[in-house]
């Protein structure tokens, strides 16, 4: 039988990264400073504000372990999963640069529960179901180079901007709260010293959409738009193209599978959908009229490919005129505003090869 080279691949890698963490584990184990716990390795929030004005509140020493052995040791599970994910599927390098690499970056690291909220929010079971190159910038979103410690990323009065190994920016209040381009977070601990850099953990996940023109459209992906939103699990997004398609002819699994024609969509989460039910107590999509419902597919579907750069503005609202003939607005934090409500793009930039795709946390729509 012929052996499949990706799944031998992963195999591969796989193995070399339990080695590589098998051996940082050990050596986090062996040294106390090490532990997050420990009072020497942990500066809590609190400790952060009271001594932030203080000129001796420097970076501190370089410890004994990587950023990737503390995230390991210190249970920071999902992030680990992220790291290798990305390394499996597109050869990243960042479980060796956080473990062996001997530059200094400073890590914003999210804990368990903050990637669990985002997972929650866009209705997927774990890091593996969204699309690498995604994930890619989100981790990277998440990083700066250097050694900062908390003294110079929160301001002692005015807002600071962070710029990330991503080329995008947050800013920094002097409370410790991040404000990203599609999220913000708070900066629960700080100063974890590694020996390769330091770390801060935080308790969201911060959302790179990236309104500018620094960032280029993305590439036509190699899948359609119907066969990304199957394999990522859209399951009541898919259900409503299915349903239209069977009362009304109206084609749209043809199209978006098959059509050569480019699109924009703009995909509830699962979740979105079902918060959507509740809210009209329904049991599903079928419970709906399909007029209606193709309406509402409609209103979330925009001619050509517009990334993230073209929907989100730099600082004016921004109008978006959809299929349906009916418009709607963003601003410059990704927020949608509907006719009938609101929805945030909580991961743009999804590329298909007819089309891209930017994922929101309500389904939005075109009535009052």
Same mark, same amino acid.
């Given at each position: 039988?012929?052996?499949?080279?990706?799944?031998?691949?992963?195999?591969v890698?796989?193995?070399?990264?339990?080695?590589?963490?098998a051996t940082?584990v050990?050596?986090?184990?062996?040294?106390?400073? /090490?532990?997050?716990d420990?009072? !020497?390795?942990?500066?809590? +929030? &609190?400790?952060? *504000?009271?001594?932030?004005n203080?000129?001796? =509140?420097?970076?501190p020493a370089?410890?004994?372990?990587p950023i /990737?052995?503390?995230?390991?040791n !210190?249970?920071?599970?999902? +992030? &680990?999963?992220? *790291?290798?994910?990305?390394?499996?599927e597109? =050869?990243?390098g960042?479980?060796?640069?956080?473990?062996?690499g001997t530059?200094?970056?400073?890590?914003?690291?999210p804990t368990?529960?903050?990637?669990?909220?985002?997972?929650?929010?866009?209705?997927? =079971?774990g890091?593996n179901e969204?699309?690498?190159?995604l994930?890619?910038?989100v981790?990277?979103y998440?990083?700066i180079?250097?050694?900062?410690?908390a003294n110079?990323?929160v301001?002692p009065v005015?807002s600071?901007t962070?710029?990330?190994l991503?080329?995008?920016t947050?800013?920094?209040?002097k409370?410790a709260l991040?404000?990203?381009i599609g999220?913000?977070?708070?900066?629960?601990?700080?100063?974890?010293?590694?020996?390769?850099?330091?770390i801060?953990?935080?308790?969201?996940v911060?959302?790179?959409?990236?309104?500018?023109?620094?960032?280029?459209a993305?590439?036509?992906?190699?899948?359609?738009i119907?066969t990304i939103?199957i394999?990522?699990?859209?399951?009541?997004?898919?259900?409503?193209l299915?349903?239209?398609d069977?009362?009304l002819?109206?084609?749209?699994v043809?199209?978006?599978?098959?059509?050569?024609?480019?699109?924009?969509?703009?995909?509830?989460?699962?979740?979105a959908?079902?918060?959507?039910?509740?809210?009209?107590?329904?049991?599903?999509?079928?419970d709906?009229?399909a007029?209606?419902?193709l309406d509402?597919l409609?209103?979330?579907?925009?001619e050509?490919?517009?990334a993230?750069?073209?929907v989100v503005p730099?600082?004016?609202?921004?109008t978006?005129?959809?299929?349906?003939g009916?418009?709607?607005?963003v601003?410059?934090q990704?927020s949608?505003?509907?006719?009938?409500n609101?929805?945030?793009?909580?991961?743009?930039?999804?590329s298909?090869s007819?089309g891209?795709?930017?994922?929101?946390?309500?389904?939005?729509?075109?009535i009052?």
């Open positions: 039988m012929k052996k499949n080279p990706f799944k031998l691949r992963k195999r890698v796989s193995l070399a990264f339990l080695t590589l963490i940082v050990l050596s986090c184990d062996n040294d106390e400073s /090490a532990n997050f420990s009072e !020497a390795s942990k500066l809590t +929030l &609190v400790e952060t *504000l009271e001594s932030m203080n000129t001796a =509140n420097r970076a370089p410890g004994a372990s /990737a052995g503390i995230a390991v !210190a249970g920071f599970n999902e +992030l &680990v999963n992220a *790291l290798v994910y990305v390394d499996l597109l =050869n990243a960042l479980v060796n640069l956080f473990s062996t530059n200094q970056y400073t890590v914003f690291a368990d529960d903050a990637f669990n909220a985002l997972y929650t929010a866009l209705g997927i =079971n890091i969204l699309p690498a190159e994930v890619l910038d981790l990277k998440h990083v180079e250097g050694r900062r410690a110079s990323v301001p005015k600071r962070i710029t990330t991503l080329g995008a947050f800013s920094v209040n409370d991040i404000t990203a999220s913000t977070s708070s900066i629960t601990a700080a100063n974890i010293s590694a020996s390769n850099g330091i801060h953990v935080i308790d969201q911060l959302l790179p959409i990236v309104p500018s023109s620094d960032k280029p993305p590439s036509p992906g190699s899948e359609s119907a939103a394999n990522a699990n859209f399951t009541e997004l898919v259900s409503a299915v349903y239209v069977d009362e002819n109206a084609g749209l043809n199209l978006f599978a098959n059509g050569t024609d480019q699109f924009t969509v703009f995909a509830p989460t699962n979740q959908f079902q918060n959507l039910y509740a809210a009209l107590n329904v049991n599903g999509i079928t709906l009229p007029s209606l419902v509402v409609k209103y979330h579907v925009v050509g490919r517009r993230s750069n073209s730099r600082v004016n609202i921004r978006i005129n959809t299929l349906l009916v418009p709607f607005t601003n410059s990704g949608i505003t509907a006719i009938g609101t929805a945030t793009i909580v991961s743009p930039d999804i298909a007819n891209i795709i930017h994922i929101i946390d309500s389904v939005i729509l075109p009052q």
